[in-house]
């Protein structure tokens, strides 16, 4: 009798208890996900007293004739084709180093999990003083190489962009690291003693167990890398304002640009529209590489 | 991985463990010592292993400097609360919509559940540029003594700087998975002895929930401490900024890299000092994240 109340009033506490979230996530997620597409279509600004007009593909045909936005997607690009592979890549060889039983382990590991836990801001400021031409870099390459360099990493349009990859990958290639650990420690030890004794040696392993074991892993690794690369900003905000000659312009930066201080937000819009596309199919391929390789 | 690994090995595997310590953490340690000296002398140690060492004119005068340049206890404690607060609505209300995910059948259970997985993927700057123009009009009730009374627009408040960041699906979706795997056998016996659902999520579910509830602590946590575009766009009032938005000011005058470095290392302590505290939750809630690949 009691039990059959309770199922009677599941319907209604279901509601009940999903109600605070499901709101907030209409209204700080859905809407502005919807308005974002909504907007692109009109005039509206961020301050402003007039109505909203519908203005068809205005806001398409401007990106398009936008130089400087072409610029922010081509380094958008660039930081994601260089990042992708070197982040992850160095995030699988510390993983590999850490994997091995020493001791010190465990130290080690939290010693380059710690630039994950210092925030973006904080990274890109001290990566700014360390990139003054009268800075720690230049003076640790003078003292590596045995000459005077005085670099303007920031100020120099062949130097911004990859000087902001080094230090992006510095920060976050912690993250990466545990996430190919936690994808080492679930293949089993059993494979690695077979094949010891069938007289594999360590590259062998790696290619035949480790690296197959790491699928889904790998997967997912690259996709967060990705996505994260495609939505630089922070560092560009801190370390250069988008300069030298929008050298290190990116397409979120661009977004901001435009929609917060100069307050388009319909043409901040399109160009946000642009970068959910990115995006999306970023996941469309996750989808369809995962999809391939489970069937 | 491999027990009988050869000498050979593990030198060149402490060597290398080593070059990566000294990479990851000089550059914090810098940030330290010259958070301690003089501009002067910083430039002056940057060409030998001075700079990594507390040596010379050492003192706090840059973090005394600090609290003159900045209203820096304010931004401080606008960004403990504005967290503290994010952390706490977040895991109370995630974890409702989760359980009743996980526990209760009602409309559109199913599809909120395919809902929620599928929006996992959007980062917040595809929508940040609408969000702002759409706060700006969101109506909000004052209380005027006794007296309601509605107002209009978000920016420049507390609020505008919690409440969009509550509701997660991240989280839905992690205290859901926990949820699945704490037995039925639990919140059936309870329901025998009279217990409503809400109770049962109080009493059974979530007092069992300790790792799932730490996670989303942290992985919440970290990034409102953390925030910098949306409060950048957002507040202009020099009272309600946090930390990060803070850092900002130290550009506008003389740069004064002392000082900023002591800023900066005041910033990070508190998060690096829950790290060192929890590392195994915070590793742990890394490495839940990538669970979903």
């Known amino acids: ?295 | 991985m491999r027990r009988r690994s050869s000498t050979r090995l593990r030198v060149a595997v402490l060597v290398a463990r080593l070059l990566c310590a000294a990479l990851f953490a000089f550059p914090l340690l810098f940030m330290f010592v010259s958070s301690l000296k003089a501009d002067t002398d910083i430039f002056k140690d940057v060409g030998s292993v001075r700079a990594f060492l507390p040596v010379g004119d050492i003192s706090l005068d840059n973090y005394a400097g600090v609290f003159d340049t900045v209203p820096a206890a304010r931004f401080l404690l606008n960004s403990l609360g504005i967290s503290l607060v994010t952390v706490a609505l977040g895991i109370l209300v995630n974890s409702m919509a989760a359980f009743a995910l996980s526990r209760l059948s009602w409309r559109g259970s199913r599809l909120a559940l395919s809902v929620v997985i599928a929006t996992l993927v959007v980062p917040f700057e595809t929508f940040a540029l609408p969000l702002v123009w759409w706060v700006d009009k969101l109506p909000w009730l004052t209380m005027h003594g006794l007296r309601l009374t509605w107002s209009t627009g978000w920016l420049d408040t507390y609020r505008v700087q919690v409440l969009p960041f509550v509701a997660n699906a991240f989280s839905i979706y992690l205290f859901y998975s926990y949820f699945q795997s704490i037995p039925r056998q639990l919140d059936e016996a309870a329901r025998v002895d009279g217990a409503g659902w809400f109770r049962i999520y109080r009493t059974v579910v979530m007092p069992l929930s300790g790792p799932a509830i730490a996670t989303v602590a942290i992985l919440t946590f970290l990034p409102a401490w953390n925030s910098y575009l949306w409060p950048l766009m957002v507040v202009q009032t020099e009272e309600l900024r946090p930390v990060m938005v803070g850092a900002s000011y130290f550009f506008q005058l003389k740069v004064h890299w002392g000082e900023i470095m002591a800023y900066s290392t005041l910033i990070t302590l508190p998060v690096l000092a829950l790290f060192l505290a929890f590392q195994r939750a915070f590793v742990n809630s890394i490495a839940s994240t990538g669970v979903k690949g």
């Not at chain 1, 660039?78 to 070197?86: S, T």
């Open chain 1, 1 to 295: 009798m009691t039990a059959r109340r309770h199922q009677h009033g599941q319907g209604r506490t279901g509601l009940l208890m999903v109600a605070p979230g499901g709101v907030l996530l209409v209204v700080f997620f859905f809407v502005p996900v919807a308005l974002g597409f909504a907007l692109s279509f009109t005039d509206a600004r961020l301050i402003s007293p007039k109505p909203l007009e519908f203005v068809g593909t205005d806001n398409f045909a401007r990106l398009l004739d936008d130089p400087v936005f072409w610029t922010s997607l081509r380094n958008t690009l660039l930081f994601a084709a260089v990042i992708v592979p070197a982040q992850s890549g160095f995030a699988l060889l510390l993983a590999l180093l850490v994997n091995v039983k020493m001791r010190g382990t465990n130290l080690f590991r939290t010693l380059y999990f710690v630039p994950v836990v210092t925030s973006i801001v904080v990274v890109s400021i001290l990566w700014r003083f360390m990139y003054q031409p009268d800075g720690l870099v230049n003076s640790m390459l003078h003292w590596a190489t045995g000459n005077v360099v005085r670099i303007d990493w920031l100020n120099d349009t062949s130097t911004a962009l990859p000087a902001i990859m080094f230090m992006s990958a510095w920060q976050a290639v912690g993250f990466h690291m545990v996430i190919w650990l936690a994808g080492l420690q679930t293949i089993p030890g059993e494979l690695y003693e077979a094949a010891e004794i069938d007289g594999a040696g360590r590259w062998h392993m790696f290619r035949y167990i480790t690296w197959p074991g790491l699928r889904n892993t790998r997967t997912f690794i690259l996709v967060t890398i990705t996505i994260a690369a495609l939505s630089l900003f922070t560092q560009i905000h801190v370390m250069t304002g988008g300069g030298p000659l929008d050298a290190t312009s990116t397409v979120v930066f661009q977004a901001v640009r435009v929609g917060y201080q100069q307050q388009q937000t319909a043409y901040a819009s399109a160009i946000s529209l642009v970068f959910f596309l990115l995006v999306l199919t970023v996941s469309l391929i996750q989808r369809w590489l995962t999809r391939e390789r489970s069937a």
